[in-house]
């Protein structure tokens, strides 16, 4: 069992909370590894950077991965 999440556009400063929180809603309504498809991702900033970090530590906590996918070498 999976998620699997394609990112669009910006994860900025005005995306992140809502990020983390949609994301965290379906990770506790259903614990399971987090695949993170990031091609059409425009741009990220260090919110969007720290909404990621915490998805990862509550995937972590409860010996689940999260997966980065099709990440832009900038």
């Known amino acids: 069992d999976e998620h699997r999440v394609a ?10 909370p809502r990020l983390k929180s949609e994301l965290a809603l379906a ?17 990220l900033d260090s919110t969007g950077l720290g909404a990621l970090i915490a998805v ?3 995937a972590r906590e409860n010996d689940h991965k999260v997966v980065i996918l099709h990440a832009k070498p900038s």
């Open 7 to 16: 990112l669009k556009g910006d994860l900025d400063i005005n995306a992140s």
């Open 27 to 43: 990770y506790e309504d259903r614990p399971a590894d987090i695949f993170l498809d990031l091609a059409s991702l425009d741009y």
């Open 56 to 58: 990862l530590k509550r």
